[in-house]
């Protein structure tokens, strides 16, 4: 199925010069506080794109039938439902995982992408282009999770999944976890590592200065 | 259709409402089976951590049936309360949480570990920014403690959510509850300071509040369980 320029730009745009925690600087809460560990970061990856492409179409679906007046709490109603079915189905099908997520799976409520999408894109567009939206975003959202989860487990506790990746012979050497890692601090200086490296690439994002 | 009239309004956010509450009541029936299984199953991995044992959710089944032996709940004076007995997660002991103010009793279980009984009781106590709990498994003298375990709802990590590592808990190993026949309990201290009154060990640096919370749980949680430990104590002597 090819797709055209513009549903691809819909896609792929936030994956790169839109995206909506490096270009936009949303949802930058929940990125710092559930990436001390790769596995957590995968799944609140997964559970924003499925929550950003499910809201997206249904409130798409809705969009002409919406009440003006109401409208941002019939999206606030549709996004907490959709977050209740997550929350629900991974405290029965990843326990673990959901401990170590706790709050911040019900905090996808406010997370700014969701509502920002909703607002912008799915109250103005069909079904279809708005589940790409949704999933391209939540892609956006989520490759820089996964990007920050990576680097904080392996030098934080020089694992990645739970498995040793760093070879005992290292700490024998006299290496050590940097405990600095785990805390939330490690996680913005990674996200604006992330930023500085792709607004360098990417020149027309910069801003210019005076 | 006048989407701006009130009426419409309302009957549309009543209808909305009403759709999500069934939406979710249906998957809430659906999945609470499959919830309280993993939440029994946590429950029976965090019991035999407490006996030094970390088993993977797959065997923590078989060996919660396999080693505890008994379990039941005991009164204020610290003896048994009738046809409380039984391990299984609808028995009593299992599903008494501490706290519960309608509980007939304050739950214990015993373990068969290499031939010897210890007996594991539950704890809760507040830490730095929520609730605090564990296991502490205690050697048939009523004193002498076996193995620790402790979780936390959202304490700090690399501080505070240090309390639940292997190296914490380790300390506790024959700790002594009593002291001179009176219950004294375990104090949670600043790392290299003592306590001449009680048995300690180190708390966690940067941890204070945390480390604190450990010290009065284990001083008011275990407390409750005085007279039962008491009676334990003198038996074995």
Redesign the interface.
Known sequence: MALSSKTKAVLLGPLNKNNPVIVQVLGICSALAVT?KLEPSIVMAIAVVLVTAFANVIISLLRK??????RI??QL??VA?LV??VS??L???A??VN?QL??FVGLIVTNCILMGRLEAFALGNGPWPSFLDGIGNGLGYGWILVVVGFFRELLGSGTLLGHQVIPQALYDAGYENN?LM??APMAILLVACIIWVHRSKNKELQEETN | MNRENSGYTIIYASVMVIVVALGLAFTHQVLNERQIANENTDKMQQILRSLNLDVSVAEAQPKYTELIKNAYLINDEGVKVEGTEGITPDDPAFSTELGDTQAKGLPVYEAEVDGSTKYIIPMSGTGLWGPIWGYLAIESDGSAIYGAEFGHAGETPGLGAEIVTTPFRNQFREKNLFRNDEFTSVAVVKPGQTNSRRDYVDGISGGTITSKGVDNMLLNSVGRYKNFLMNLHTANQ
């Open positions: 001390s039938t919406i009440p003006n007046r109401i709490i019939v109603v549709v439902a209740t079915i629900e189905v405290k029965a099908f326990y673990d401990k706790s709050v405990g785990m805390l």
